[in-house]
């Protein structure tokens, strides 16, 4: 039995997906059992007295859909919508049951296979995006990918509390 082969399929196993693209010049991924699909921005419908990081919703095959722009999400003011700008939608989980969001992004790059060896953990220290956002931080090179931990950084229930907050100030 050739053990080089089984270490070889061992590790491959043990590697995971993630599907990486850029906000202004960092490098962020995703898990790519998340994403359901990759579509191009388009027409997106406001929806009043929302935080600025909802930017609307889309007609997602007769879903509605809302759109998150990751820019404002991590306080970094509105994205600005450019040729390759594109809404990745994913799942994410709200008392345990799936519900899809568009995730509005600069451009997507491509899909990459990360080794656990290639995987760090978030830096104890603050940054451009909240640590608590960051599942790890992926080595390719001499480059670091953001790797996100989408259960925190779009969770529902904050999103929608800062949705709330927001409604009450302007009610006030």
Same mark, same amino acid.
């Given at each position: 039995?050739? =053990?080089? %082969? *089984?270490?070889?399929?061992?590790?491959?196993?043990?590697?995971?997906?993630? &599907?990486?693209?850029?906000?202004?010049?960092? &490098?962020?991924?995703?898990?790519?059992?998340?994403?359901?699909?990759?579509? $191009? =921005?388009?027409?997106?419908?406001?929806? !009043?007295?929302?935080?600025?990081?909802?930017?609307? %919703? +889309?007609? &997602?095959? #007769?879903?509605?859909?809302?759109?998150?722009?990751?820019?404002?999400?991590?306080?970094?003011?509105?994205?600005?919508? /450019?040729?390759?700008?594109?809404? %990745?939608?994913? *799942?994410?989980?709200?008392? #345990?049951?799936?519900?899809?969001?568009?995730?509005?992004? *600069?451009? %997507?790059?491509?899909?990459?296979?990360?080794?656990?060896? $290639? +995987?760090?953990?978030?830096?104890?220290? /603050? /940054?451009?995006?909240?640590? *608590?956002?960051?599942?790890?931080?992926?080595?390719?090179?001499?480059?670091?990918?953001?790797?996100?931990? !989408?259960?925190?950084?779009?969770?529902?229930?904050?999103?929608?509390?800062?949705?709330?907050?927001?409604?009450?100030?302007?009610?006030?």
């Amino acid at each position: 039995m050739n =053990h080089t %082969v *089984d270490a070889a399929a061992e590790a491959a196993s043990q590697a995971r997906q993630f &599907l990486s693209f850029t906000l202004g010049a960092e &490098l962020f991924a995703l898990d790519i059992r998340t994403v359901r699909e990759i579509i $191009q =921005h388009g027409a997106m419908t406001p929806v !009043p007295l929302m935080p600025e990081f909802v930017r609307g %919703v +889309i007609n &997602l095959r #007769g879903a509605v859909v809302p759109v998150i722009d990751l820019q404002a999400r991590f306080g970094r003011g509105a994205a600005s919508v /450019g040729k390759k700008t594109c809404i %990745v939608i994913f *799942d994410a989980l709200r008392d #345990g049951e799936r519900v899809e969001l568009g995730l509005m992004v *600069d451009a %997507v790059c491509e899909v990459i296979s990360l080794e656990p060896a $290639q +995987i760090e953990p978030a830096p104890p220290f /603050g /940054g451009t995006t909240r640590r *608590d956002f960051i599942a790890g931080m992926g080595k390719r090179g001499d480059r670091f990918i953001v790797l996100l931990d !989408p259960d925190r950084a779009l969770d529902i229930d904050e999103m929608a509390a800062l949705c709330e907050s927001g409604q009450l100030a302007l009610a006030a």
